[in-house]
């Protein structure tokens, strides 16, 4: 039994989603496998007003992981209910649309938006991406404050219907994530993604300057699935020690296969998102899927929801 329950009766069929940012809307995906085939579909955050997002170059391969400065490019959330989640509704996925803002009344508004869009009865959760790192800071001000990060998490919650649950997206980039994750459930997060792009940096040494538009970008891939591990097994500490209500864990970083994955359920996870890896790969997500129910049928686990959690060992 793969299920993931998101809480509010929104029950996924299986925990694998994709990755915010790396496959936009899902039609490019959708040539290699079914996205309807995936837990739920995440999307490239979304804010108000169309974005080209950063000049070029804003990408970056590292022999360990990948840097990006996209800055938000999107159509905006017009475009985005007309469109694009429709178009999901319509090859019967799960939709987890991310949405973004840079200031808090622009989160309310995307969220409300989103509310009044047609294909509605798709959205199985909402992402809130307080810790995008390329846009003047503005995401990493949100991320890094927890009076910042709750009063968008509190604002987007009175917008949208209590039964779709909202996820906080967290930024590694903070000295203590447990204290913002307690600061957006307490605001009224019904879960957490963890985690957003780590900050770097990459110098082309023929022109002595950073190479990207942005200066610095997110980093992404292999290089951070550590820190992901690392995240995710502390909030999940600090909810069995009771300093954080329970919620469930949506666990991003490096995620390449079915063990990566399970890396991320051990530490606390119900959820795993795999991004940079569809660049190689488009069918990582549903290979990971598969990868994993293998790993877990030769574990011996019947059910997915009793190995989530399990490095903390027994409770
Ligand atoms: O668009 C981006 O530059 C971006 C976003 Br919104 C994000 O959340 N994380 C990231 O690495 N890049």
Not at 250 to 274: K, N, W
Request: glycine letters at 10%.
């Amino acid at each position: 039994d793969l299920s993931v329950d998101l809480g509010f009766g929104k029950v996924l069929p299986n925990p694998l989603m994709t990755a915010s940012g790396c496959a936009a809307n899902g039609a490019e995906l959708h040539r290699f496998f079914d996205v309807s085939e995936l837990g739920a579909f995440v999307t490239k955050s979304v804010m108000a007003d169309p974005r080209s997002g950063r000049g070029t170059p804003r990408m970056a391969e590292t022999p360990s992981g990948m840097l990006n400065s996209i800055g938000l490019q999107g159509p905006g959330i017009a475009a985005f209910v007309d469109t694009d989640l429709p178009w999901l509704a319509s090859v019967g996925a799960r939709v987890l649309p991310s949405i973004a803002g840079s200031s808090s009344t622009e989160f309310a508004h995307v969220a409300a938006t989103l509310r009044a869009s047609r294909a509605f009865e798709a959205v199985v959760g909402v992402e809130v991406n307080i810790s995008c790192p390329n846009v003047a800071n503005r995401g990493l001000v949100f991320a890094c404050d927890p009076g910042a990060s709750a009063k968008v998490i509190a604002l987007v919650r009175e917008q949208l219907p209590r039964d779709v649950p909202i996820f906080a997206k967290l930024s590694p980039d903070v000295t203590d994530i447990t204290s913002i994750a307690a600061a957006c459930v307490k605001a009224g997060a019904d879960g957490l993604t963890m985690i957003n792009t780590l900050l770097g940096m990459v110098i082309d040494t023929d022109l002595m300057r950073p190479h990207l538009g942005g200066i610095t970008g997110g980093l992404s891939g292999p290089a951070i699935r550590p820190v992901a591990v690392r995240a995710i097994w502390q909030v999940r500490q600090a909810m069995a020690e009771g300093r954080i209500p329970v919620v469930p864990i949506i666990g991003v970083g490096g995620v390449r296969t079915g063990r990566d994955a399970l890396e991320l359920v051990a530490a606390g996870a119900s959820a795993v998102q795999v991004g940079t890896a569809t660049f190689n790969d488009p069918t990582a997500p549903v290979r990971v899927l598969h990868e994993l129910t293998d790993l877990l049928v030769e574990k011996g686990y019947r059910r997915f929801s009793d190995v989530v959690g399990a490095a903390h060992g027994s409770p």
